[in-house]
């Protein structure tokens, strides 16, 4: 008996969440605070999230819908990475006025830059709202019945929220649907770029350190977040005033050493902690290196391209960015997961949950399920590489892609009212103007080349209809981009001159955009009503999957998967054992790239002035006690992709760097997570003042901050 009570404790020990692991909601914090203490923190859960009075919370952000920022100013300044600022930075740029390449700095307020379509959004309240939600809604009902509900409830209760509040309202599931929060949430939509290191600081190593350790990217940018006189959100006007948050983060110019307690507040997008094995096994086997390989062949493309010429560098630049982050990633958890055994971790998990289930009678809902899911999930197989194919090999086709946004206008008739024409065509006279850019036709063409060659080797059955008519790609690569207008900027807008309804026709007949068309339709009527109806079931086993889970293990504290809601997520400061025989140290320094230092790699080229600055040693304050410059650091906190630009803050919660990557041997923790390996990695917020002040001799935004030294 005696024997058996112990091993029960060893089994609720052994599965409590490992520190480090976890992506917490801030307004149940309270039920970390313990741990967090323990650990080191020295603040309280009511001081990161409270709805009562200000809170680390009111300094954070969601930055332009895919990375977290920080407010560090009573002047709405803000801090996010280099890469989360990238686009608008691009935007900004040309071959006369590279803010890509030599950097940007606003010397007062009115050389800052608007960015259209850029916003951010402060969460002010959440609230739990699972029975209201789940209302009226049982066990027993169909999925379509159970969907009905819950949406008719979430809709009823925005509705009456709305009625007592300006705040953006909307409601999210967490624990895959079986609890739901409901968010108040305040959008400010005119922020404005104030500076930005050139890219051989905010982006040194570029794509060849990305996801890797040891790295020394600078990788930060600084906005300003706007109001209306009133404080409250308004559109551009010049007359707006800088933005005054109820609380801005203070800044340690301490560092942090091995071991120190530190945590990330921020806004992770997607994690997928509570999979069957089968599931991992497809992902890291059977998916990722589908898209690894296709991405691997454009990017080869783009490289050879990017390599010739200046303007094209700058042309391709964000487009490669984007592509060759989820290629390298992909291939970190292809790695990750077969390297430390991700898949038999979770089978393993899977016998002591079946046994679970054998143990008991009233258990008998759960018995099924991992049957079911091994049905669900090899009856998707098919069409999630078919969607893999269609997104990587298709829609990378630009030429294609870009057709594809001219579909509704080819669609209006004879009753569509000019009006409405006329403002369709305004908008894609815009999108013409942007997209050509950043064209270059070579490059589309070989990458047409390439990527139809592979969709070619698709089943027939499982690719879209216009690949049937191909014979030989090169004929017909050369015959699209022959025959289609939307290769010239020129030709599109004269046919865009004066649309009238009876043009539509001559636009169908493209045969860029009839590929697109095709692509699609194969989608819509192929993949999606295949596709659909399995992932419902899917979903509807994944959550009684997770009832199990947490049935099977009262004691353990589950953290919700990532859905791009505010939570903390908290560990320590350390390096790690990549390997048998390797040990990374938790910081780098200046010292590192200088060792990097290549004039001939464009990845590698080290600033002068910021040579000179190593040289003298001109650290200033933001030397660390060691007497370097430190740049990065990594740390035993569990992120992932919309963490970039997130404070890391240290046991005071004081920011101590900007977390803006992974390392690429735990890039896995989106499915498992291995306290052993996984590390997040930050930019240290003391190379960031550095290179403000020192570098840029942008000291007035420092002067804005509160230090404290
Ligand atoms: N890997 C980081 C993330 O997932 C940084 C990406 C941007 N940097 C780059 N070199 N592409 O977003
Ligand atoms: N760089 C990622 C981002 O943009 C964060 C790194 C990660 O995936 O952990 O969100």
């Not at 922020?191 to 040194?204: A, E, H, W």
């Not at 890291?284 to 691997?296: E, M, T």
């Not at 038999?344 to 018995?367: G, L, P, V």
């Not at 990557?661 to 997570?673: A, K, Q």
Request: charged share 25%; hydrophobic share 35%.
């Amino acid at each position: 008996m005696k024997k058996l009570r112990l091993l029960f404790v060893f089994l609720i020990v052994s599965v409590t969440a490992f520190a480090g692991e976890g992506m917490w909601i801030p307004m149940l914090l309270q039920y970390n605070e313990k741990e967090m203490q323990e650990m080191g923190m020295r603040i309280t859960a009511d001081d990161i999230y409270s709805i009562n009075h200000s809170s680390l919370k009111d300094a954070i952000v969601l930055f332009g819908g895919g990375c977290t920022g920080e407010i560090v100013s009573d002047y709405g300044l803000l801090l996010t990475n280099h890469h989360c600022g990238y686009d608008y930075i691009q935007k900004h740029s040309s071959v006369e006025h590279d803010y890509l390449t030599d950097g940007f700095w606003a010397m007062d307020r009115s050389q800052e830059l608007p960015c259209p379509g850029l916003s951010v959004i402060f969460l002010r309240e959440m609230r739990d709202v699972t029975d209201q939600v789940l209302y009226q809604v049982t066990d027993d009902m169909t999925e379509a019945k159970r969907q009905a509900n819950i949406s008719e409830n979430m809709k009823r209760i925005i509705a009456e929220v709305e009625k007592e509040t300006s705040y953006k309202v909307s409601i999210k599931p967490f624990f895959l649907g079986n609890q739901y929060y409901l968010l108040l949430n305040e959008v400010y939509t005119d922020v404005r770029l104030v500076g930005c290191p050139p890219s051989n600081i905010g982006k040194f190593g570029g794509d060849t350190d990305n996801w890797v350790w040891p790295r020394h990217t600078g990788d930060f940018s600084v906005f300003r977040v706007y109001a209306g006189k009133d404080g409250h959100p308004a559109d551009y006007s010049a007359d707006n005033v800088p933005y005054k948050p109820a609380k801005h983060l203070e800044i340690s110019l301490k560092g942090a050493d091995e071991g120190d307690f530190a945590f990330v507040f921020g806004y992770p997008a997607r994690t997928s902690e509570y999979l069957p094995a089968i599931a991992v096994d497809q992902e890291a086997n059977v998916i990722d290196p589908i898209a690894v390989d296709l991405r691997g062949q454009i990017l080869d493309i783009y490289n050879q391209y990017q390599e010739q010429d200046k303007k094209v560098r700058i042309q391709y630049a964000s487009k490669h960015a984007g592509l060759g982050n989820g290629w390298k990633k992909w291939m970190g958890v292809i790695e990750g997961i077969n390297h430390f055994h991700g898949v038999e971790k979770k089978q393993a998990y899977e016998k002591t949950f079946m046994d679970w289930c054998n143990a008991s009678r009233q258990r008998h809902a759960y018995i099924g399920l991992l049957r079911a899911f091994e049905k669900q999930y090899k009856a998707l197989e098919p069409y999630r590489v078919a969607y893999t194919y269609m997104t990587n090999a298709g829609l990378n086709i630009e030429l294609i892609e870009f057709a594809g946004s001219f579909g509704r206008l080819a669609q209006v008739t004879k009753e569509t009212p000019q009006e409405d024409i006329d403002k369709m065509v305004a908008a894609l006279k815009n999108a013409t103007k942007a997209f050509f850019k950043d064209y270059y036709q070579p490059i589309d063409e070989a990458v047409a080349k390439r990527m139809l060659s592979e969709y070619l080797k698709q089943p027939v059955d499982f690719r879209p209809s216009f690949l049937n008519d191909i014979k030989d790609v090169d004929a017909f690569v050369a015959q699209l981009f022959q025959k289609s207008m939307f290769v010239s900027e020129d030709k599109v807008n004269a046919f865009l001159d004066g649309f009238k309804a009876s043009k539509a026709k001559k636009l169908q007949k493209d045969p860029a955009l009839k590929a697109y068309q095709s692509l699609i339709d194969f989608y819509r009527n192929e993949v999606n009503p295949k596709m659909a109806p399995i992932n419902k079931e899917i979903d509807s086993l994944q959550r009684l999957y997770m009832r199990g889970q947490m049935l099977m293990e009262p004691e353990r504290r589950f953290s919700p998967d990532a859905n791009f809601t505010l939570r903390v997520t908290y560990g320590k400061v350390e390096g790690f054992k990549p390997q048998d025989g390797k040990q990374y140290r938790h910081f780098t320094t200046l010292e590192g790239i200088m060792e990097k230092e290549n004039p001939d790699i464009y990845d590698y080229v080290v600033e002068p002035k910021l040579k000179e600055l190593y040289r003298k040693k001109d650290y200033g304050r933001y030397a660390d006690k060691d007497g370097t410059m430190h740049v990065a650091f990594t740390a035993s906190v569990h992120t992932t992709g919309g963490n970039s630009g997130s404070p890391i803050l240290n046991a005071d919660g004081q920011l101590l760097g900007l977390n803006f990557d992974r390392c690429w041997e735990g890039t896995m923790s989106d499915l498992v997570y291995d306290p052993a390996i996984c590390r997040n990695i930050s930019v240290d917020i003391r190379y960031v003042l550095f290179i403000i002040d020192k570098f840029a001799g942008a000291k007035h935004l420092v002067d804005e901050m509160t230090i404290a030294e």
